[in-house]
């Protein structure tokens, strides 16, 4: 029994995609508005709320307006926001008002500075806890009491020390990346072929050789495990951070969609929100396939 | 004056119910003239390898130490390149800068023409022109240990440590990789200390064999004269008179002290007056004559 390898995943996931739309579509129909059993004085009551409104013709249908905010909205409504959203991206249209490329841009950045700071510190400490097998014991019991507290937890804490929101959203990133990455070097380093430390000794290399001939290119695997955990867990981080603080960004754009009622908005951004993590995953993904090796 | 010489060395580690130590090897002395090859043999845990450990300088003895040209070892030195049994690539290297990294360490003042021409000479000598821009991943244990002992000679130490340096390797290649040292060993003669626990590739290279007893407290008990003349090949060595001699001897030796629980009878008495030479070249020495029961 062989099994066709020649067919393409692609296919079954265009074909899921199109029962999953398909059936989204089917359950947010609405029915039309069936005025039988209605008394007049019923009918106007509705058309005066808004419910429904009377065609040119004397027919009355559901008030498109109101169909908005009734129920979870269609793909195709989501695809028409979409639409204009995504031809208004290069706009700014006020203060809290920017394109969807702007507040893209926004998130990235924003993720980006604090996952960078993040990642630097948690090496840099990381490597000299797993060099120092004491200093690591000693200060492991406070790593594991920080690590599990979520990063959102130490946002009023931040906010009053920093006073400023938009430190105060890199800095909640910052503290999301830095544990993983930070156990995980450590790990990395303390774990190394103890004979490639004792090469690095016999050939008298310098300090500074030692660590980027040797002990960074060696735990480099191990690192980028931790840093991988750490971009995830300050992706999930990024998008709450922004719906609090209210800074631009597309975490700010699934709230600000929420306080307008535009369902279609949310589930846009919430599709924004994933396409920036598909992105930035696999550009990491491209960058650490530069510097893992095989034993 | 000898060149290398281990001088009254001792080494003991904290035993692991916490209190108290653990004599691993207990007053070593040997000297070492200056272009021999030594090795030492013993079982499993006799400690031969921290033997050589403190000689390469990266563990530190109990007591007593190695004096290498006048000079205490303190730690480790471009001076003695050790080859490991797990070969120690830096598997995220090529061949290449595997090698080059040892050169440009030992010769920091050379031109990176000169490194290159310099790798490339050794990577000719054991064979491994082609492979220069393999990761190790790429290569078989043979070619693994090839890279290791180039990139030995290459920073010309006073002192090769071997660490049990064929042990991974498969028994074909091992006898191939074993002609190949000697044939290094002839022309660069290194000063050479092994430690294995292979008799037959003991009696190929050295010029002089220690029988280490068991641990704990273990020490070296004899040391074997190799007396087969060089150039040694696998083929004629066989031939040697003294061949199966020496090989009974320290194959007798290692069998008499498999076992933890033996205590040699003569253990007191070679503490005292240190290690029994054995030569097969005065017939009247004091060896050992195995009984011939089987």
Partial sequence: MSIKQTQHPFFISIFFLGIFLFAWHIATISPPFDPTGKTDEELMVMEFNGDIMQTDDGQYVWNPEKEKVKGVPGPLTVMEKAWVELNEAFVIKGTNDHGIAFLVGYTVSRFAVGFLAASLVAILVGIILGLNQMLFRALNPFIQILKPISPLAWMPLLLYTVKDPKWTAILVVFMAAVWPTLATTAFGVNTLRKEYLQVAAILQLSWFKRLYKVILPGAAPTIVNGLRISFGSALVAVVPAEMLLGELGVGYLSWIEWNNLDIAGVIFAILVVGTVGVILDSGFNKLAGLVTYQE | ?294
């Avoid at chain 2, 990789?177 to 002839?186: A, R």
């Fill in chain 2, 1 to 294: 004056m000898s060149f290398l010489s281990i001088d009254h060395m001792s080494k003991y580690f904290p035993s692991h119910s916490g209190n108290g130590t653990v004599c691993i090897f207990e007053d070593v002395t040997v000297k070492i003239t200056k272009g021999e090859f030594v090795t030492v043999i013993g079982h499993s845990g006799c400690g031969k390898s921290t033997l050589l450990n403190i000689i390469a300088g990266l563990e530190t003895p109990t007591e007593g130490g190695a004096i290498l040209n006048g000079q205490e070892v303190t730690g480790p030195g471009l001076d003695r390149m050790v080859v490991f049994q797990s070969f120690a690539l830096m598997p995220w290297m090529t061949v290449f800068e595997n090698i080059a990294l040892a050169v440009r360490s030992a010769y920091p003042t050379w031109s990176s023409q000169e490194i290159k021409a310099h790798v490339q000479k050794y990577i000719t000598l054991v064979g491994l022109q082609g492979a220069e821009t393999k990761k190790p991943t790429a290569l078989s244990g043979g070619m693994k240990q090839r890279v290791g002992l180039a990139r030995a000679f290459s920073i010309e130490p006073k002192v090769l440590l071997l660490d049990e340096p064929f042990a991974q390797i498969d028994a074909l290649t091992r006898g191939v990789i074993q002609e190949e040292l000697v044939q290094m060993w002839n022309a660069t003669r290194n000063t050479v200390f092994m430690v294995t626990h292979d008799v037959d590739e003991a009696i190929l290279l050295s010029d002089r064999i220690m029988l280490m007893t068991n641990g704990p407290s273990a020490r070296i008990a004899e040391i074997v004269d190799v007396t087969i003349p060089r150039p040694r090949s696998r083929e004629t060595i066989i031939e040697d008179e003294h061949y199966y001699k020496i090989r009974n001897h320290i194959i007798h030796f290692l069998v008499r002290h498999a076992s933890h629980e033996h205590t040699d009878e003569s253990g007191d008495d070679a503490k005292r007056s240190g290690p029994l030479e054995i030569n097969f070249r005065d017939q009247a020495a004091n060896t050992y004559e195995p009984a011939v029961s089987h």
